[in-house]
Structure formats: C-alpha cells, structure tokens
C-alpha cells in the first residue's frame, strides 16, 4: 500500500496531500509504508515552496529555507559564477530540444538524458526556481554573459573566458582586497615622511607571505610573535614509541631578520619557496607601479636579480587620523599597499635578500633615487618532483544538526580532487578523483563512522592539487534521497566535464582577453585554493536553488607541491591550528593532530550555526615517493 497520510489523505496523479480539517490536537505518527508515487506527465514542474522541487519526507528533519541558504550565499558570494551559469544556459537548451552545438554540449547533454523523466522534471523546476530570483541577486550568484537566448550554445572557449574572469576577480580579492586588483595596478598613497621629520622606515615591508615581519608596525615583542613566524630547527623524537617532530625556536646564527626583548635573540621566519612561486609584500609607501623587486643571494651576494612587480596600493586607509584633537599621519600596518613578484625559476637554491627597489616619485630628492627598503628573506629551494597521497579516516558527528528529537541525520559527503600543472600560458588540470561516499544513515551525534577513502593521488610530477569537500543533511525518505542524489550526482558530472574543457584554456583565455597575465601572479595557494572555492560554492549554490538538503560540510583545500612536502616533512613544525568561514555559512575549524616522517594527520570540523551542528573529517597527508 502507498501512504501519504492517514488524516483527510488525497491523492491525484500529479501529487499527494493531507489535508487536517481538525481543530483541535492533532498527533501524526508515521510508519514506512513507502512514498508517494512520481508525477504523471503534464503536471507542473513548478516548486511547491520557494527552492523546493523535492517534497519532504514523512517523518523528515526541518529544512533551511531557500531565503536562509540563498541569504549565506549572497553574503558570502563575491564573485558570480562561470560553472553555475553554464549549467543554466545548457539545462536550458537540452530541455528545450535544441541539439548539442559542440562535443562540450554533447557531453552534457548525454549527462542530462540519462536521468529518469521525473528528474527532467525536478531539472525544470530547479531552473524555474533560479528564475524566480531577484534580478539582482542572479547577477550575484552566476555570470549572467553566459546567459543568452535558446539558441546560443555553451562553448568551452567562452565557458574559460567566463571562469578565468572569475578566478581573476576572487584572486583580486583574496590577494589585493580589490576584484579588479588583478587586471589594473595602482599606486598607493605618499605617506613619507618629511625631512624635518623624525623616521625609522620610509619603506617598510610589514609582512611577507602573511608572515610578520621585523617592520611590523606597532612594534612587536618577541612573545607577540605566533610560532609560524619564527625560525625554528626540528629533530625527530620519540614519543610512545611514535617518531615526533621537536622543535626549538632559534636564538642564534639567525638565516635572516631577527627580534629581541634586550637580552635573547629570536630569529624570524624565513619562509621557503621554489622557482615560479609567488611572493606577496603588504607595506606602506608602495606609490609607483614601475616598483621592482631584488633579490641578492646571502651572505655571498654573487647572485643579483631584479624582478618586476605587480602593484595594488591602498587608497582607502585615511593618510591622517584625529588623536586627542590632533591630527596625525598614518604610518602602520593598517596601511595595506601590496606588491606581489614572482620568484625566477632558475634562481640558484640559497637565501635571498629581498628589497623593494621604487623610483623617488615622493617629491623628496633627498631620499636618493631609486628608493630602496631594507631587507626582508626567503629560502628558495630547489623544486620538488615527490609524489603524495591524502586519505580520509573517520566522519565524526560531535553535534548531529537541530532538532535532535526529529529523529538522525542523514549524510552524504562528495570529495573532486585534481593534480595541478602549468605551463608559460596554461593551467593543466588532471584527471578528477572522486569520492562519494555511502550514505551515512541513522546519524547521531557522537557517532563515528568509518570514511577510509583515497581522496587524492598522483603519479606524475605535479605544481599544486585542489579539493573540494562537500556534505549534506539529506531527507530520511529513500524515493526523495535519491532524486536529490541522483540529480546532484549529474550536476558533479557536468562539473567534471566542465573543468576538463576549460582547464587547458584558463590561462589562455586571461591572455585573450587582455587581463594582465595571471603568471605575474605565480600558482600557489591564491589561484589553486580559489578554483576550489568557486567548484564547491557552485555546487552549494546548485543545490540551494530546489533542493531540501542542508549544507553541513563545505570546504576547500589548496596546496602547491612545496606546502605538501612542508606538510609531510618532520623537519618544519607543524603548522598552527586555523579557523576561516565558507561562503556557505559553514565555518571551518583545523587542528594539526600528529606528525611523524613522511606523514601529517589533521582534524577538519565543520560547524553550521543554521543547523547548530558539528561534523569532523580526519584527514591523513602521506609522502609516498
């Protein structure tokens, strides 16, 4: 027998409903006789609630609504979406009867014919769903260039352009804290400091890589520096009988700058990096574009280089500031002029000096001409060809999603990994390792489940690999489940076609389309982590648009070969713990749990504050070869 209620139960071809006509207490219990059946042709595809195409189960957890998870994502979501925006224009046009223009097109179109008819018709309403969006908030969420008339197909060349825009645009912003950061340099503001006045620095380097530096303005005291920021040597040790990295910060022969509270020496930091790496400097009086970059080889200084740089000077920081009634310049490390450069590939392994070398536009001929800051380091080492392994351990609920009386969460995690390579003028994406994982049913919180997977490997030399990690909390009811991950199992193959077709032609299609070559901008964790952000934030978005599931795991993972190698080597500390938020809502929360040679293992929690839930992932990093 198929149920759908057993109070005032009505039941047509095109759907079911209960109807309760009582006005007093009502008590539903439920008992799993099966589900309605699917529509008949000629019903409506229209969503029966805003963003839902799929009914809820009996018996099913509430869901966030489509405002709730559309609201996380406008929030969160800097830049359309070329990947969101192609699966639009070509849903569209396969539903609508048109014929693949291209293999790209035929591809996709394959994908979408071999759905169920009933899942054409949850297709329909989720594209039903995005068109009843807000003009406004469509522009946000996809890139709407890619939205044109039926007959206008989906092309892989206009698809890179589209996507090497968007990748552009959030490298702009993670880098430079500008989308148009990428495409245009522009000085900074003149903040030095007169002749009559008393100075320090006229050209400092507040920091390198993220990493503080002996510049930093206020000063800082050895004891305000976090570990990272400080040299340090490692032995391995044993602990329990398990070999472990110790490590002690230097306090002598330092490789590069140094601090000191008057009696001990602590050395800082100096960070390593290979040929082709990029190198970010956030300073102050950073106000020519014609700026360059030299690096001398230490302590020999046999090997001199000049590199250019690319500019993006802070023009929101005010010069002055009222202190007390008096207004006075701003002169420390709120001031955000960045310059980035990249380190030549045939650079000799050794430790370099690095000084920005900025042509005297400061109206002050005394300072000399060029202006040259002092010194900050780097290590460049020679380049890594190792391969390496990342597995998945354990999916553990600490807080299974609210409310806990509904009954346990349903779980599905889905992982796309690719190796990453690049040439003078393309980024090469390898063959995709998927993991989907079962369906982790009867989820309580506390549980552990056992999530042993292969996420990625390689078995040529790589530059970098990306990730994409994604869960959701998805309805108990197998008929409504499986439209949800069938239908999403379709949008990955879409994804996966459609980083194959655009990935030789990233860096091809910014060169074509005049943006200032994306190389200036070296492949590190800028460009490699971002594409990661802007596959899974694609699916969440996808998802957000019919679908009653709840996003309870969203991240991204973006490593070059060089912070894998740092990853898996006992001699460099391990990394400190890390918290950043997802354009999703989730936040999520990294603790380093061991580290012993040739391997490092972390834990990965995601917490949902929709959902007040906690899921942790453990994660095992391994250098094979």
Same mark, same amino acid.
């Given at each position: 027998m198929t149920s759908c209620g057993r109070i005032g139960r009505t039941q047509s071809s095109c759907g079911c409903a209960i109807q309760i006509t009582n006005t007093g207490d009502v008590n539903v219990y439920t008992r799993d006789v099966g589900d309605c059946p699917p529509p008949a042709d000629g019903c409506s595809t229209d969503p029966i609630a805003p963003g839902q195409c799929v009914p809820?189960?009996?018996?099913?957890?509430?869901?966030?609504?489509?405002?709730s998870k559309l609201d996380d994502l406008l929030a969160g979501f800097p830049v359309p979406s070329a990947l969101a925006a192609g699966f639009v224009q070509a849903s569209r046009r396969y539903l609508a009867g048109r014929s693949a223009a291209n293999a790209f097109e035929q591809d996709v179109f394959g994908v979408l014919s071999g759905m169920p008819a009933q899942l054409q018709g949850t297709l329909s309403c989720a594209l039903t769903s995005f068109d009843a969006l807000a003009d406004a908030e469509r522009e946000q969420l996809v890139d709407t260039s890619l939205l044109a008339d039926?007959?206008?197909?989906?092309?892989?060349?206009?698809?890179? =352009?589209? /996507?090497?825009?968007?990748? @552009? +645009?959030?490298?702009?912003?993670? #880098?430079?804290?500008d989308p148009g950061g990428v495409e245009k340099e522009r000085p900074g503001r003149n903040r030095f400091f007169k002749p009559d006045e008393t100075f320090v620095r006229q050209l400092p380097i507040f920091s390198l890589n993220g990493l503080r530096t002996n510049e930093f303005v206020p000063q800082l005291n050895p004891g305000d520096y976090k570990p990272e920021e400080l040299e340090q040597h490692c032995e391995v040790i044993l602990v329990n009988g398990v070999p472990q990295p110790n490590c002690e910060v230097l306090t002598s022969n330092c490789p =590069?700058? /140094?601090?000191?509270?008057? @009696? +001990?020496?602590?050395?800082?930091? #100096?960070?390593?990096?290979?040929?082709?790496?990029?190198?970010?400097?956030?300073?102050?009086?950073?106000?020519?574009?014609?700026?360059?970059?030299?690096?001398?080889?230490?302590?020999?200084g046999a090997v001199t280089r000049e590199v250019d740089a690319h500019v993006v000077g802070d023009v929101e920081t005010p010069l002055t500031e009222v202190v007390n009634g008096?207004?006075?310049?701003?002169?420390?490390?709120?001031?955000?002029?960045?310059?980035?450069?990249?380190?030549p590939g045939d650079l000799?392994?050794?430790?370099?000096?690095?000084?920005?070398?900025?042509?005297?536009?400061?109206?002050?001929p005394e300072l000399g001409d060029p202006i040259l800051s002092n010194s900050q380091f780097i290590r460049v080492a020679p380049p890594e060809t190792a391969r390496f392994t990342i597995t998945s351990e354990t999916l553990t609920a600490v807080e299974e999603t609210s409310p806990a009386f509904f009954g346990s969460d349903e779980v599905r995690v889905r992982v796309r990994a690719y190796p990453v390579t690049f040439g003078l003028t393309e980024l090469l994406l390898g063959d995709e390792l998927g993991f989907d994982s079962p369906e982790f049913g009867d989820v309580d919180s506390g549980d552990v489940r056992d999530m042993k997977a292969l996420l990625f490997a390689h078995q040529a030399p790589i530059d970098a690999m990306f990730?994409?990690?994604s869960g959701f909390e998805i309805d108990s009811e197998a008929a409504y489940r499986e439209q949800i991950n069938t239908l999403t199992d379709a949008f990955l193959k879409y994804l996966t076609l459609a980083v194959k077709a655009i990935g030789s032609g990233v860096f091809a299609a910014t060169l074509a389309i005049g943006l200032k070559d994306l190389l200036a901008l070296g492949l590190a964790h800028p460009i490699v982590l971002l594409i990661a952000a802007a596959i899974v934030v694609t699916l969440v978005s996808f998802l957000a648009w019919w679908a009653p599931a709840d996003p309870i795991i969203t991240d991204t993972i973006g490593l070059t070969v060089a912070d894998l190698a740092e990853l898996t080597s006992v001699d460099v500390p391990m990394p400190a713990p890390s918290e950043y938020p997802t354009q999703s809502g989730i936040t999520v929360k990294v603790t380093p749990l061991e580290k012993s040679p040739t391997q490092y293992r972390e834990q990965r929690e995601y917490v949902s504050s929709k959902e007040d839930s906690r899921y942790q992932i453990v994660l095992r990093y391994n250098r094979v070869a």
């Open positions: 809820l189960g009996i018996g099913a957890k509430p869901k966030q609504s489509q405002r039926l007959d206008t197909p989906i092309d892989p060349a206009g698809l890179a =352009g589209a /996507f090497a825009r968007e990748i @552009n +645009q959030r490298v702009g912003i993670a #880098v430079f804290g =590069g700058n /140094f601090t000191s509270d008057g @009696n +001990q020496l602590t050395c800082l930091r #100096v960070p390593t990096v290979r040929g082709a790496d990029m190198v970010v400097l956030q300073g102050m009086n950073y106000i020519s574009v014609n700026a360059r970059v030299r690096l001398t080889s230490q302590p020999s008096v207004s006075v310049p701003i002169r420390d490390a709120r001031v955000h002029d960045r310059m980035t450069y990249v380190v000799p392994p050794d430790v370099y000096a690095v000084q920005v070398v900025l042509p005297n536009v400061s109206g002050i990730m994409s990690i």
